[in-house]
């Protein structure tokens, strides 16, 4: 058997002999006393989706916030709420958020909509929506003369 140890006091004897010197350094080469194989023990650490509700009922919010990430039709789009290409519901306008439950009026022409209540077609569907309200304006107005 040819290890690395015997390889590297070999290569010091020869070369030493090329030199003309009589000692032998002995070196020792320590090998590796774990796996190479990189495997965790809990199947690699995952980046959680933090979906669910993001903005609770009476919440203030601005437009463009963000109300519920969802990877399926949980939750629908009200009043005043936008609907994004990965389900998630934000707000389009600023105000206060409500939900509710409804009868789902559905547009079965939506693809998302196909692929998850095409079972269930005809049948009444009820489901929570995301409403955005807004503040009432003030009513104290003033007049601006024109010059």
């Not at 601005?62 to 039709?73: D, E």
């Not at 009043?79 to 105000?95: C, E, I, N, P, T």
Request: charged residues 25%; glycine residues 8%; positive net charge.
């Amino acid at each position: 058997m040819f290890s690395a140890r015997n390889f590297i006091s070999i290569a010091l004897q020869t070369s030493k002999e090329f030199l003309g010197v009589n000692k032998v350094l002995e070196v020792q080469v320590r090998n590796k006393a774990k796996k190479t194989s990189s495997s965790t023990q809990y199947g690699g650490a995952r980046k959680p989706k933090r979906r669910g509700i993001k903005c609770s009922q009476g919440k203030l919010v601005n437009p463009g916030t963000i109300l519920v990430r969802q990877n399926r039709l949980n939750y629908h789009p009200g009043l005043h709420v936008g609907f994004g290409r990965d389900g998630s519901l934000f707000a389009l306008q600023q105000g206060r958020v409500l939900i509710t439950c409804e009868k789902a009026d559905i547009n079965w022409d939506h693809t998302w909509i196909k692929r998850f209540y095409n079972d269930r077609f005809n049948q009444n569907i009820y489901k929570k929506y995301f409403h955005v309200i807004p503040d009432p304006q003030h009513t104290r107005f003033k007049l601006v003369d024109l010059v």
